[in-house]
């Protein structure tokens, strides 16, 4: 079992950066692929960016790619999302997933944990 809170997520302009967290607890959080994913109301969470459980393998959705840095520390039982240059576009709720067989899926089903999720609101 592994349980999922993020963090981070607030009230920015166009050009700002966040950081967001996932703090995880629970055992085993190191054989774990971790992914982002957002959603905006009313439609499907949208895969953002994944990580492997080393670290060393990292994937991002085209819109993000250039200003979102996915990493985590394994140490701490953390993901980070850092995300840069900031558009009104990124605005959702942004939610970390952990996946124990896939790495990098885009498909939200496969996760066999989520958090509940933090608002990140871009304003123009």
């Known amino acids: 079992q592994v349980q999922l809170v993020e963090s981070g997520g607030g009230l920015v302009q166009a050009g700002d950066s966040l950081r967001l967290s996932c703090a995880a607890s629970?055992?085993?959080?190191?054989?774990?692929?971790m992914a982002w994913f957002r959603r905006v109301s009313g439609k499907e969470r949208i895969f953002v960016a994944g990580i492997n459980w080393g670290g060393g393998t990292t994937c991002y959705a085209d819109s993000v790619k250039g200003r979102f840095t996915v990493s985590r520390d394994n140490a701490k039982n953390t993901v980070f999302l850092q995300m840069n240059r900031l558009k009104p576009e990124d605005t959702a709720v942004y939610y970390c997933?952990?996946?124990?067989?896939?790495?990098?899926?885009?498909?939200?089903?496969?996760?066999?944990?989520w958090g509940q999720g933090t608002q990140v609101t871009v304003s123009s």
């Open positions: 997933a952990a996946s124990a067989y896939y790495n990098c899926s885009h498909y939200a089903d496969v996760y066999d944990y």
């Open positions: 629970g055992r085993s959080f190191g054989r774990y692929s």
